[in-house]
């Protein structure tokens, strides 16, 4: 079976200070991934996606980048942290499938606070 | 353009009770509907999907969803609810899709009280 993971669980960062988030899919092969943020326990927004290794779009231009490394593994970084980086911050995968109905399957999360 | 609409921001049930959390849609197409639920500092879960066939859609932990064209809307239901159903749910809708990309569009969720 297909498992997702996220680490670190939570973080607390300065402002100004960079960031690494990272996202690994076992059990699958070629997934789609994707990075999402929560804030304030509501809606969810989409950062940026991936459907290959070093392949990413990204939906809002914004202070954070992604790369895809490996082919299930997924890392969302930043230079320099804002305070409006916080959020709690969704991995999902999916993978492709006939009739493009693929469900998206989220990891645990990260809680990123910038203080 | 895709959207899906949540407008009830809380849902209070008593356990027990039959319980609807409701969501409509705007697609162009047929549309693809998704629930998923949060419980507090948790990833989202998957309940299930509507694609084709059956209006009525069952899922996981005794929920279901009833699909109705006319009216475009994507009601989660269940029978009895329990305390522990207390959670946040969201439902989506598919975007649209290219080049092996599958968007899901998010409602703005709905909290779920159900007390005992």
């Known amino acids: 079976s297909q498992t997702i993971h996220q680490w670190p669980a939570t973080l607390v960062q300065p402002v100004g200070s960079p960031l690494s988030l990272e996202c690994t899919v076992e059990?699958?092969?070629?997934?789609?991934l994707y990075w999402y943020r929560q804030a304030a326990g509501r809606g969810l927004q989409l950062l940026f996606y991936?459907?290959?290794?070093?392949?990413i779009s990204s939906e809002v231009p914004q202070n954070l980048s992604a790369s895809r490394p490996q082919d299930r593994q997924f890392i969302l970084s930043s230079k320099k942290l804002l305070l409006s980086d916080s959020g709690f911050y969704l991995c999902?995968?999916?993978?492709?499938?006939?009739?493009?109905?693929?469900?998206?399957?989220f990891g645990p999360g990260t809680r990123l606070t910038v203080l | 353009a895709q959207s899906v609409a949540q407008p009830e921001d809380q849902v209070n049930v008593a356990e027990g009770n039959p319980l609807t959390v409701k969501c409509t849609y705007s697609v162009s197409g047929n549309p693809y509907l998704f629930w998923y639920v949060q419980y507090p500092n948790r990833g989202l879960q998957f309940l299930l999907k509507y694609i084709t066939g059956d209006n009525l859609v069952k899922g996981s932990y005794g929920f279901e969803a009833e699909f109705n064209k006319s009216q475009t809307s994507f009601h989660l239901k269940k029978p009895s609810a329990l305390v522990s159903d207390s959670a946040l749910y969201f439902c989506?809708?598919?975007?649209?899709?290219?080049?092996?990309?599958?968007?899901?569009?998010f409602g703005a969720g709905t909290r779920l009280a159900v007390h005992p």
């Open positions: 999902a995968w999916s993978q492709l499938a006939s009739g493009y109905t693929d469900t998206q399957y």
């Open positions: 059990g699958t092969s070629n997934p789609n």
């Open positions: 989506a809708v598919r975007g649209g899709f290219s080049g092996g990309y599958n968007k899901l569009i």
């Open positions: 991936s459907v290959g290794i070093g392949q």
